[in-house]
């Protein structure tokens, strides 16, 4: 190796070779170092849409999250979007890109590395509360500001729980526990702020990449921040929202329910190619979502006043109807997620009462959703799902007491209608017998226990009138000294069989 003195040729290299490494640190040290703290205005006469991310992944989904960012890279457009991103990982669930913690916010570039961020870093704010309104609200006026545009659209990606709760953050600063999520009202007053600090009235599009957040609750309230919404009734699956899939088209496309549909129509094909048939979402006109509301609470207003008399065939017929959380969420208390399909709820109160009081509004209400869908996906599995949920607690035990302030239903019949439900089941509800129970041998003579795979069996009598699921728990002893245990169900409802068909 030579370690003469360089040419003066190579020493003007060096020289512009250090001078470039220079302005390289430079620019790594002037990110900033708050959520809202993203530089001056970069207007740009080619940028159609500036598309928001908030991306809260302090918790299991920091991998899914981080996957999500780089596919989003991969699928930049060269000009007419930029996505700015405000991120938050966490520490233990995924170690690529260099294992950061804490919350960063970029611009994202086009870029096919799938295992490094390598977009324009334009804060390092260390660990912030995602689940603080103040976090998103500032965060969303600042991008907003500094990269003004034509159209505007709102991504939030994490878990979510329909209105109780999302973007749950576990390493929260500040907050009880190191823990904290947005509520409804949180998410929209922190939209709402940022918004109004840059000057914008909506969004054109607001995206929720969460489970169950297409629920008429959430759409009523988030028509305040947003003209267009894409939400799950369904839980989500691991695959998330195709939303790169359709990022190429926004830009050179301003309409958003053109661009809302297009997603929903990706959705479909990823469910068909992953063989998943349990999903649904909606594209949904928020212009046009107070009519929904309306046409629920005047049906809800008619089964309230008849509710004496048909509390049983109520609770039976909500209890059956399309959920998204399993048939035995009721055991979770008040922790139930407790969202079923909307219109399904009332056509099968409709479908098992012999004088159903609320069949035109019943009608009313099916058009006025139709009205309000844009564009909806339902997989194989969710063929009784309409396009729009609605919390519907199945016992008192379920409901949350927060629901009339949260959810903004102080003032709805649906809400009194679950409440007098309640309170008719509490009042009326008798325990049911069990008696004569038996168990056989594959002889079919009595026996004391029962051989798994024999073909032994047992019999018993239920007495009771208000009996809508029935658990039977099998234990046996195993050679270690614990127990095995077989959950076995039984459906006690006329037209199971139906409704078996019919899903």
């Known amino acids: 190796m030579n370690h003469s003195i360089p040419s003066a040729r190579r020493g003007r290299e060096w020289v512009l070779g250090f001078g470039l490494l220079l302005l390289a640190a430079s620019m790594a040290t002037a990110a900033g170092q708050a959520v809202d703290d993203l530089g001056k205005p970069r207007p740009s006469a080619d940028r159609t849409w500036t598309i928001v991310m908030y991306f809260c992944g302090d918790n299991n989904l920091e991998d899914e999250l981080l996957a999500d960012l780089n596919e989003f890279e991969a699928a930049m457009p060269d000009k007419g979007v930029d996505v700015i991103v405000l991120m938050d990982r966490a520490k233990g669930f995924t170690e690529e890109d260099g294992d950061w913690t804490g919350a960063r916010v970029y611009r994202l570039r086009p870029d096919k ?9 334009l804060a390092d704010c260390g660990e912030v509360n995602m689940g603080d309104a103040a976090t998103l609200s500032k965060f969303v006026g600042a991008a907003l500001k500094a990269f003004p545009a034509k159209r505007y659209s709102m991504i939030m990606s994490d878990h979510g729980a329909g209105w109780p709760d999302n973007s ?3 390493d929260a600063p500040g907050s009880k526990d190191n823990y904290d999520e947005l509520t409804l009202p949180e998410t929209v007053a922190g939209l709402a702020g940022g918004l109004k600090a840059a000057g914008i009235a909506k969004f054109d599009l607001l995206t929720f990449d969460m489970c169950l957040m297409g629920q008429v609750e959430v759409a009523v309230a988030c028509r305040e921040v947003a003209g267009v919404m894409l939400g799950l009734e369904s ?46 979402l909606s594209a949904l006109n928020l212009d046009k979502v107070l009519p929904v509301r309306d046409a629920l609470n005047a ?20 209890f059956f109807s399309e959920t998204y959380n399993g048939r035995v969420e009721y055991r979770r208390g008040p922790y139930a997620k407790a969202s079923f399909d909307m219109i399904d709820i009332l056509s099968r109160c409709q479908a098992n009462s012999k004088d159903f009081p609320a069949g ?9 959703v139709k009205e309000c869908l844009i564009a909806s996906y339902r997989g194989a599995d969710r063929k009784l799902s309409s396009g729009l949920s609605v919390y519907a607690p199945v016992r008192g035990d379920n409901m949350r007491s927060a629901y009339a302030d949260q959810a903004g239903t102080k003032d709805w019949a649906w809400r009194e209608f679950l409440e007098k439900l309640h309170a008719l089941q509490k009042a009326r509800g008798q325990r049911p017998k069990v008696a004569n129970g038996k168990v056989f041998g594959p002889d079919n003579q009595p026996a004391k226990g ?28 195993v050679p270690d000294g614990s127990y095995a245990v077989l959950f076995k169900t039984f459906h006690v409802a006329p037209g199971m069989g139906r409704r078996k068909e019919e899903t």
């Open 168 to 170: 749950n953050d576990s």
């Open 113 to 121: 590395d799938l295992k490094k961020l390598n977009s324009e870093l």
């Open 360 to 368: 035109a509004e019943l009608e009313t209400l099916k058009a006025a």
């Open 450 to 477: 029962i051989v798994p795979l024999t073909g032994g069996y047992c019999t018993f009598d239920l007495e009771g009138t208000n009996v809508l699921w029935l658990t039977l728990d099998f234990c046996a002893k």
């Open 299 to 318: 049906a809800a207003a008619k089964l309230l006043a008849a509710a004496d008399g048909q509390w049983a065939t109520y609770s039976r017929s909500l």
């Open 235 to 280: 839980l989500g699956p691991g695959f998330g929202l195709p939303l790169e899939d359709v990022l190429g088209e926004f830009a050179a496309q301003t309409d958003t329910s053109k661009l809302a549909a297009r997603v929903v129509e990706r959705f479909g094909e990823s469910c068909k190619r992953y063989g998943d048939t349990r999903r649904q």
